[in-house]
């Protein structure tokens, strides 16, 4: 399950992710839209969600609302955390509240290219070991880390199902 606000790349990065057979509905009760589709790795099949943008886990907006009760409800193997590199600091608390909430985070490091333009570094292993979850960059725009972040994801799958 992809989560994160709006605008950090969670869209680009789940049609990297998925195939053509992508469906779109309305959550129960709501106009929110929820996308759901399948990526196959390995001879796997594994269901990917793209989330309505959400800025915390206690809902303020119908989008936020619906977001909380997919994470809660749909008991995701992995929920993966996208973030504006430029703004890094600024979306931390989100991946805290989710760590929080006992969920299966995965940081996606999101606009790479767009931090390393405006010279901002970041020390993606030193992030990882802070927060004790894989943390991986991407440059969705750009179709770079999405391979990294794929073995990220399943790695992290099987070691909680062994
Ligand atoms: N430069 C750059 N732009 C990106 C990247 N990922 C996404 N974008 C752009 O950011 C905008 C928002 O992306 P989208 O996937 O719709 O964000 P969402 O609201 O999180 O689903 C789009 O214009 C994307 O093309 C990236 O890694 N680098
Ligand atoms: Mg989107």
């Given at each position: 399950?992809?989560?994160?606000?709006?605008?950090v790349g969670?869209?680009v990065?789940?049609?990297?992710?998925?195939?053509?057979?992508?469906?779109?509905?309305?959550?129960?009760?709501?106009?929110?839209?929820?996308?759901?589709?399948?990526?196959?790795?390995?001879?796997?099949?594994?269901?990917?969600?793209?989330?309505?943008?959400?800025?915390?886990?206690?809902?303020?907006?119908?989008?936020?609302?619906?977001?909380?009760?997919?994470?809660?409800?749909?008991?995701?193997?992995?929920?993966?955390?996208?973030?504006?590199?430029?703004?890094?600091?600024?979306?931390?608390?989100?991946?805290?509240?989710?760590?929080?909430?006992?969920?299966?985070?995965?940081?996606?490091?999101n606009?790479?290219?767009?931090?390393?333009?405006?010279?901002?570094?970041?020390?993606?292993?030193?992030?990882?070991?802070?927060?004790?979850?894989?943390?991986?960059?991407?440059?969705a725009?750009?179709?770079?880390?999405?391979?990294?972040?794929?073995?990220?994801?399943?790695?992290?799958?099987?070691?909680?199902?062994?």
């Open positions: 399950m992809l989560v994160g606000t709006p605008n969670k869209s990065i789940f049609n990297l992710l998925t195939g053509s057979y992508v469906t779109v509905s309305n959550y129960p009760g709501t106009t929110v839209e929820v996308t759901r589709g399948t990526a196959k790795y390995n001879q796997q099949i594994y269901e990917v969600i793209d989330t309505p943008g959400m800025y915390s886990l206690l809902p303020i907006t119908e989008e936020e609302r619906v977001t909380r009760t997919l994470l809660l409800q749909e008991k995701p193997d992995v929920v993966v955390h996208v973030v504006d590199a430029k703004n890094l600091e600024r979306m931390l608390p989100l991946t805290l509240q989710l760590l929080e909430a006992g969920l299966p985070v995965i940081l996606a490091v606009m790479m290219d767009e931090a390393d333009a405006i010279g901002r570094q970041i020390d993606l292993d030193k992030l990882s070991e802070i927060l004790g979850i894989p943390v991986v960059g991407t440059a725009a750009l179709n770079r880390g999405i391979e990294q972040l794929k073995r990220a994801v399943i790695e992290y799958v099987r070691k909680r199902v062994a």
